[in-house]
């Protein structure tokens, strides 16, 4: 059953975009729904990726130094310590005290990338080994994706269209639902309010780069660890986790576009506590989000949440203020593809 009790086709049902006005935006497999995610790793016995991984290491090491001269470079121009998800005005000026350091070329060196292109890469402080899909498969209900390591530079590259494989970046998200209250007995979904210099003031899912770590075999692992962990504070025992879909967003990354694998996340914590749970966190991803945000958990609810704050294609205003709040494309997608929706909400917004 999926989480709003429609039964889940024999196949996957694929979404098909109601106009053919915009591909870019609504490939033919933009939403897959699924009940099972299985993805292969073992392509990284390959040498030369063993190769890669072993660069995409002392490329990290590096950036690590020049962040340690970025923090006291910036507390000299500006009097106040270096924190990346706090930059504000002061964004354009952190990048590109990276991106002249006397060590970058080095990086890039390592990374194999062309140094015509360090301007496509907008996060220079983002610095870990992440995943890119190179295909997958479906089975029945089951989804089977290729994966291997790349650097987070090279993720950027893809999300900004330099892709001379047509691979795709992988990020990993989650919808997290509260039990039912007699108020609302259903519960809630919740979404985060985003912070930081990345889209601030934009509701987005619990969501991130799927993070190669070598002790974290499943797409699950790596969304439970690296990212629910980490930014909720939400610990085993006190959630249940199912797989939704696989969703691709060619509206914040360009073609072939970020590929999410989506998850309910059902947690035992009412409301008030999982904002509690939140607030008690001090793990520093924390702060990628200003507040959780809660939404009845009905059909009607979530496509009223759609209308009112999908405003299409948001850009990245570091200026937008909680007041002005819009829902992110990818979160959107997510919703769709949770309540049963089709993506003609999100095309009059386009269009």
């Given at each position: 059953?999926?989480?709003?009790?429609?039964?889940?086709?024999?196949?996957?049902?694929?979404?098909?975009?109601?106009?053919?006005?915009?591909?870019?935006?609504?490939?033919?497999?933009?939403?897959?729904?699924?009940?099972?995610?299985?993805?292969?790793?073992?392509?990284?016995?390959?040498?030369?990726?063993?190769?890669?991984?072993?660069?995409?290491?002392?490329?990290?090491?590096?950036?690590?130094?020049?962040?340690?001269?970025?923090?006291?470079?910036?507390?000299?121009?500006?009097?106040?310590?270096?924190?990346?998800?706090?930059?504000?005005?002061?964004?354009?000026?952190?990048?590109?005290?990276?991106?002249?350091?006397?060590?970058?070329?080095?990086?890039?060196?390592?990374?194999?990338?062309?140094?015509?292109?360090?301007?496509?890469?907008?996060?220079?402080?983002?610095?870990?080994?992440?995943?890119?899909?190179?295909?997958?498969?479906?089975?029945?209900?089951?989804?089977?994706?290729?994966?291997?390591?790349?650097?987070?530079?090279?993720?950027?590259?893809?999300?900004?269209?330099?892709?001379?494989?047509?691979?795709?970046?992988?990020?990993?998200?989650?919808?997290?639902?509260?039990?039912?209250?007699?108020?609302?007995?259903?519960?809630?979904?919740v979404l985060g309010l985003r912070g930081g210099s990345s889209f601030p003031n934009t509701y987005h899912l619990i969501a991130g780069a799927a993070k190669f770590e070598p002790n974290l075999t499943s797409l699950q692992e790596i969304f439970e660890q690296t990212e629910l962990y980490e930014e909720v504070g939400l610990h085993e025992g006190t959630y249940t986790i199912t797989p939704v879909a696989r969703f691709v967003d060619s509206g914040l990354a360009k073609p072939p576009g970020d590929i999410h694998y989506f998850f309910e996340v059902k947690t035992l914590l009412l409301p008030h506590e999982l904002e509690k749970t939140w607030n008690a966190n001090n793990h520093p991803d924390k702060t990628e989000h200003n507040g959780l945000v809660f939404i009845p958990h009905t059909t009607e609810a979530i496509e009223n949440f759609i209308r009112k704050n999908y405003k299409g294609i948001s850009v990245n205003d570091r200026k937008r203020t909680p007041e002005n709040a819009e829902l992110l494309h990818p979160a959107a997608l997510a919703l769709i593809a949770y309540a049963g929706l089709g993506l003609k909400i999100l095309k009059e917004k386009i269009s």
């Open positions: 059953m999926n989480p709003l009790g429609r039964q889940h086709p024999k196949k996957p049902h694929l979404f098909h975009p109601d106009l053919d006005k915009d591909q870019r935006l609504f490939p033919l497999d933009v939403v897959t729904l699924a009940t099972q995610f299985n993805n292969s790793l073992s392509i990284i016995n390959n040498l030369q990726v063993q190769e890669s991984i072993h660069d995409a290491g002392k490329a990290i090491k590096l950036i690590d130094e020049i962040q340690q001269d970025v923090r006291i470079q910036y507390q000299e121009k500006f009097g106040t310590a270096f924190d990346r998800f706090k930059l504000g005005d002061n964004f354009e000026t952190a990048r590109e005290m990276f991106l002249q350091h006397k060590k970058f070329d080095a990086i890039l060196d390592l990374l194999k990338i062309d140094k015509e292109l360090k301007d496509n890469i907008r996060l220079p402080w983002w610095s870990e080994t992440s995943l890119v899909e190179l295909g997958y498969r479906i089975h029945g209900s089951l989804i089977d994706a290729d994966l291997r390591p790349a650097h987070s530079y090279h993720v950027q590259l893809l999300r900004a269209g330099i892709n001379p494989h047509n691979i795709s970046p992988v990020s990993v998200s989650g919808l997290l639902v509260t039990p039912g209250t007699k108020k609302e007995p259903n519960g809630h979904l």
